[in-house]
C-alpha cells in the first residue's frame, strides 16, 4: 500500500491543525494505522494507532486529550486532528500502516512493526 500523507503547516501554539493519509493499493480496512513524529535530533516517536475497523485507538501520553486519530476506510484515509498545540509537537509527522487486526496497544509504538511508511508532513508549532 502506498501512504501520502498531507495537512502539515505552520501554526501558532494553541492552534489546531488535521493532517491526512491518503492510501492506494491494496485494501486499506486490512491494515492498522499509525502516526509517528520525528524531530530534528530526535528518534522517531510513537503519536497514535487506530484499529482497521476505525473502533479502537491508542494514544501516546504527551498527545492524549488534545490529539484525535480516525479514519475513512470509503476513503482509505486516516486522520489525525491535532489542537492545543504545543512548540514541543514541531515535528515531521508520518503515517504508517500495519496489516493487522489486533486491536492497537502499547505495541502499536514500535515503528518496527508497521509495514509501509508514507513520505511525512512538517508540522512546526511557533510560541
Known amino acids: 500500500v502506498q501512504l501520502q500523507a498531507s495537512g502539515g503547516g505552520l501554526v501558532q501554539a494553541g492552534g489546531s491543525l488535521r493532517l491526512s493519509c491518503a492510501a492506494s493499493g491494496r485494501t486499506f480496512s486490512n491494515y492498522a494505522m499509525g502516526w509517528f513524529r520525528q524531530a530534528p535530533g530526535k528518534e522517531r516517536e510513537f503519536v497514535a494507532a487506530?484499529?482497521?475497523?476505525?473502533?479502537?485507538?491508542y494514544y501516546a501520553d504527551s498527545v492524549k486529550g488534545r490529539f484525535t486519530i480516525s479514519r475513512d476506510n470509503a476513503k482509505k484515509t486516516a486522520y489525525l486532528q491535532m489542537n492545543s498545540l504545543k512548540p514541543e509537537d514541531t515535528a515531521v509527522y508520518y503515517c504508517?500502516?500495519?496489516?493487522?487486526?489486533?486491536?492497537?496497544?502499547?505495541?502499536?509504538?514500535?515503528?518496527?512493526?508497521?509495514?509501509?511508511w508514507g513520505q511525512g508532513t512538517q508540522v512546526t508549532v511557533s510560541s
Open positions: 504508517a500502516a500495519d496489516f493487522t487486526y489486533d486491536p492497537p496497544s502499547v505495541s502499536s509504538a514500535n515503528p518496527e512493526g508497521y509495514d509501509y
Open positions: 487506530i484499529s482497521w475497523s476505525g473502533g479502537s485507538t
